[in-house]
C-alpha cells in the first residue's frame, strides 16, 4: 500500500492529481471535506461550501483541530486497497497524524496561476 497526501494552493492541481490516481491506479480519494459531506448528508442539510465551513468550524473547537486527520486515518487503516490519496492537507498536525501511517507520502501541488 502506498498513501499520498496532496497539499498545496488554492488551484494547484491537487484534485487533478488526485483523479490522476483514481483514473490511472485504481486509487480510492479521501478527502477531508468528505467527513462533512457526510455529516451534513445525515443530517439532510445541504451540501454547501458554507455549510461544510460551519460544520467544521462547529466541530473542531469541541473535538479537536485533528479530528478530520484521525478520522481518515481511522479510515486507512481499514482500507485494504493498494493506493490511497488524501486530497487537501492544510494544517501540520494533519499532516503529522498522517505521517504515522506507512508509506504515507507529502506531495506539495505547486501549478502557476494562468
Do not use: W
Not at 485504481?26 to 455549510?51: C, M, Q, T, V, W
Not at 487503516?77 to 493498494?82: G, I
Amino acid at each position: 500500500m502506498i498513501i499520498l497526501g496532496f497539499c498545496g494552493e488554492k488551484l494547484s492541481g491537487k484534485g487533478t492529481s488526485a483523479a490522476y490516481f483514481e483514473n490511472n491506479y485504481n486509487a480510492i480519494k479521501y478527502r477531508f471535506s468528505g467527513i462533512l459531506d457526510d455529516l451534513l448528508k445525515r443530517l439532510h442539510l445541504p451540501n454547501s461550501r458554507e455549510n461544510e465551513i460551519a460544520m467544521g468550524q462547529a466541530l473542531r473547537p469541541y473535538f479537536g483541530t485533528d479530528i478530520f486527520a484521525k478520522t481518515i486515518k481511522t479510515d486507512i487503516a481499514f482500507d485494504k486497497r493498494d493506493v490511497i490519496v488524501i486530497d487537501g492537507l492544510r494544517l501540520k498536525r494533519e499532516v503529522e497524524i498522517l505521517s504515522e501511517l506507512d508509506n504515507f507520502y507529502l506531495i506539495y501541488i505547486y501549478a502557476p496561476i494562468e
